[in-house]
Every structure is written in structure tokens, then in C-alpha cells.
Nanobody
Framework: QVHLQGSGPGLVKPSQTLSLTCIVSGEPITTNHYYWTWIRQPPGKGLEWIGYIAYSGSTYYNPSFKSRTSISRDTFKNQFTLQLSSVTPEDTAVYYC???????????????????WGQGTQVTVSS
């Protein structure tokens, strides 16, 4: 059974960098054809994919976030990390980590292509 556990600060000040970590158990993040993804849901809005780090270590970002996003991994700890810089109150959301299958390659916004999700971490950007 695959389990994803996201964690990070619940409150971040504007202009700072948000950092979240997702610890994965039950599957090495280097296993072929899985894409370890960050997704968020702002209040009252739909899901937004932010980016992923593939089993190979390559990364792919949503163009809307690309300039201020970095996703990295620690294969020894079997975890991956999101860093989102220059946050504003519009970055307030529930942030999810999820495992994507090959189904997301053509469209990372195809949320049916994610088979395991973390529990979600509420992040509020406020001074």
C-alpha cells in the first residue's frame, strides 16, 4: 500500500518561500513510470497542478508557476519537496502531494490519472 504524507508550515508571510515535503512509503520514488506531483486547491476554486518530479528525476512545471517553483527529491529518504517562492495571499490553498501515472503525461490536469494522494496541508499566506 502506497502512502503519501505531506508536511510543512501552515502559515507563511508574503514574499517568503513556501516549502513542503512529502514522505512516501510503500513505493520507491524511483520506480518507473510514476510522477510525484504537487497539486493545490485554493478556497472556493478547483484543483491546480503545480509540477512534478518523475521517477527519472526530471521535472515538469505548470507554466503558471514555473518561474517561482522548484521540486526536488531525496531518494534515500524517499521524499520530494516543493519550494514556491515570492508567495502572495493568492497562494493560500490546501496543498496535496500525489502519485501520477502515465495518464498524466499528456495532461497533468487530468486528476483521474493520480492514484494516491496525501491528506492535504492547509497553507495560509498572511502577514
Amino acid at each position: 500500500q502506497v502512502h503519501l504524507q505531506g508536511s510543512g508550515p501552515g502559515l507563511v508571510k508574503p514574499s517568503q518561500t513556501l516549502s513542503l515535503t512529502c514522505i512516501v512509503s510503500g513505493e520507491p520514488i524511483t520506480t518507473n513510470h510514476y510522477y510525484w506531483t504537487w497539486i493545490r486547491q485554493p478556497p472556493g476554486k478547483g484543483l491546480e497542478w503545480i509540477g512534478y518530479i518523475a521517477y527519472s528525476g526530471s521535472t515538469y512545471y505548470n507554466p503558471s508557476f514555473k518561474s517561482r517553483t522548484s521540486i526536488s527529491r531525496d531518494t534515500f529518504k524517499n521524499q520530494f519537496t516543493l519550494q514556491l517562492s515570492s508567495v502572495t495571499p493568492e497562494d493560500t490553498a490546501v496543498y496535496y502531494c500525489a502519485r501520477g501515472t502515465d495518464a498524466i503525461l499528456s495532461d497533468p490536469g487530468n486528476y483521474e490519472g493520480y492514484d494516491y494522494w496525501g491528506q492535504g496541508t492547509q497553507v495560509t499566506v498572511s502577514s
